[in-house]
C-alpha cells in the first residue's frame, strides 16, 4: 500500500509519496531499497557513465525547453495580465556597459553590503557571530559586528531536583522545536537580525548614490519581525526610509529560489535581463502565511500595501557561460539596476555574479571567518578551565 505525505498542517495538502518519489527520480522506492541494485565497492567506470548519460539527458531536455521560452514565452512577458510598469526583455548595449563601468563603478558610485553568521552551539551557551562589510570600489566604506549569546531562561526552583528536570526538560525541547518552536524564533531572529543589519547599513552607512545587496529587499523575516515586535517596528520603519530615500537599490539574489523564473533566465543570453513581476502578490502572500497580531497585522498590512508594489522582481544574465540571477529593485529604477547588476557581474564572467557583492563576503570571511571567531570561543572556555568537555568535534555528514 502506498504511503501518504502531509506538508506540516495543511489538511488540503495530501500527497502520495511513493509515487512523487517515482515522478522525480523515475524508478519505484522499492527498487531503490533493494541492496541487489547497489553496486558493491566503488566502480569509477560504471558511475562516470551514468554521470554522463543522466547529466546529457538534462542538459539535451533544458536545451529544448531554452528555445521554446525563448519563441514562444519571453515576447510575451510584456503583455501578460498583471504585468508591471516596464516589464518585458531588454539588452544592455556595450555602449551602456562601458558607461557604467567608468561613470558608476568604477567612479565609486555604487557601494555594496554583504554579511556572514556563523554560531557555536554547546550545552550552556550557543554564540552568535555576525559580521557585514560595506564595500565600493574605492575601498572598505566599513565592517560591523554584533554578537548573541543563546541561554536558557534561568529556572527559578527552590528545589534542586525539580531545578534540574526543569534545565532538562528546556533543553530537550529545544532539540525538538517544532515549527513554531521558542528555537525555532530563535533561529529566525537570528536570520532577521543579520538581514535587518545588513539593509540598515545599506540606508544609514553608505554613501553612494547606488547601494546593492544581497537577497530580497523585502525579505520574509522583516515583514513579518521573525516572531519579535522589536525587530518588525525598526525593519518596517528601515524599509520605509529604503523606499523613499534611497530607492537607487539592487539586490540579487545567491539562492536557488524561483526555479521556475530561474529556468526563463536560461533562456537569455548575455546582457540581457527582464522585469518579471511586482512583490505585490509575495507580500500579501507573507500576510496571510503569518500568524501577527492585531496590531502587527495593521502595521504590516500597511507597509505591504504602501510599498510592495513599488518593488520588482526581475532576471539578468552576464555571461553565457554563468546562471542567471534573481534580482530586486525600485520600479523607478529597475532597468538601470538591472544594468549596474549586470555590469558588476561581468567582471567576473564564468560567475556572472555581482563582484561587490563577493568582494564584501570575503572582507567579511577575512575580519570575522570561522577560524578566527572559534579560536576565540576555545580560548574563552579554556580560560574558563572547561578544557573540551563542551565541544563536539564532530560534523554529521547530510
Request: charged share 25%.
Amino acid at each position: 500500500m502506498a504511503g501518504r505525505g502531509r506538508w506540516d498542517d495543511d489538511d488540503d495538502e495530501d500527497l502520495n509519496g511513493d509515487e512523487d518519489f517515482r515522478g522525480s527520480f523515475r524508478e519505484g522506492l522499492e527498487r531503490t531499497l533493494d541492496l541487489k541494485t547497489w553496486s558493491e565497492g566503488l566502480d569509477l567506470q560504471a558511475i562516470m557513465q551514468r554521470y554522463r548519460d543522466e547529466i546529457g539527458g538534462a542538459m539535451l531536455k533544458e536545451d529544448k525547453l531554452r528555445t521554446i521560452i525563448r519563441q514562444e514565452l519571453l515576447p510575451r512577458l510584456q503583455t501578460r495580465p498583471n504585468a508591471p510598469e516596464g516589464a518585458g526583455l531588454y539588452r544592455m548595449s556595450p555602449e551602456q556597459l562601458a558607461d557604467i563601468h567608468s561613470g558608476l563603478l568604477f567612479a565609486g558610485q555604487v557601494e555594496a553590503v554583504n554579511g556572514i553568521s556563523m554560531t557555536h552551539e554547546t550545552l550552556p551557551l550557543d554564540i552568535t557571530q555576525l559580521g557585514i562589510a560595506a564595500i565600493g570600489y574605492g575601498g572598505t566604506a566599513g565592517t560591523f559586528s554584533q554578537r548573541l549569546f543563546r541561554r536558557e531562561v534561568t529556572v527559578d526552583a527552590p528545589d534542586p531536583y525539580k531545578e534540574a528536570l526543569a534545565y532538562i526538560e528546556q533543553r530537550q525541547n529545544r532539540s525538538h522545536p517544532g515549527q513554531r518552536g521558542p528555537d525555532s524564533l530563535s533561529r529566525l531572529a537570528r536570520r532577521g537580525i543579520r538581514a535587518y543589519a545588513e539593509r540598515a547599513i545599506l540606508v544609514e552607512k553608505l554613501k553612494a548614490p547606488w547601494r546593492m545587496g544581497q537577497g530580497n529587499p523585502l525579505a520574509h523575516e522583516l515583514v513579518t519581525g521573525s516572531g519579535y515586535t522589536g525587530l518588525l517596528d525598526a525593519s518596517l520603519g528601515m524599509l520605509k526610509r529604503l523606499m523613499n530615500d534611497h530607492p537607487r537599490f539592487i539586490f540579487v539574489s545567491a539562492k536557488m529560489e524561483d526555479r521556475g523564473f530561474l529556468t526563463m533566465g536560461h533562456a537569455l543570453e548575455a546582457g540581457e535581463f527582464v522585469i518579471l513581476e511586482s512583490m505585490k502578490q509575495a507580500g500579501k502572500l507573507i500576510l496571510d502565511g503569518w500568524q501577527y497580531d492585531v496590531e502587527e497585522l495593521k502595521k504590516a498590512r500597511a507597509f505591504v500595501d504602501m510599498y510592495s508594489h513599488k518593488v520588482v522582481k526581475g532576471l539578468f544574465r552576464a555571461s553565457n557561460n554563468a546562471p542567471p540571477q534573481v534580482f530586486y529593485a525600485h520600479i523607478d529604477h529597475a532597468h538601470m539596476a538591472a544594468c549596474v547588476a549586470i555590469a558588476d557581474s561581468v567582471l567576473r564572467p564564468e560567475r556572472g555574479f555581482p563582484m561587490l557583492l563577493d568582494v564584501a563576503e570575503a572582507t567579511c570571511r577575512s575580519a570575522f571567518g570561522e577560524d578566527g571567531f572559534k579560536g576565540l570561543v576555545q580560548d574563552a572556555y579554556a580560560q574558563a578551565d572547561a578544557r573540551l568537555q563542551y565541544f563536539n568535534g564532530r560534523k554529521p555528514s547530510r
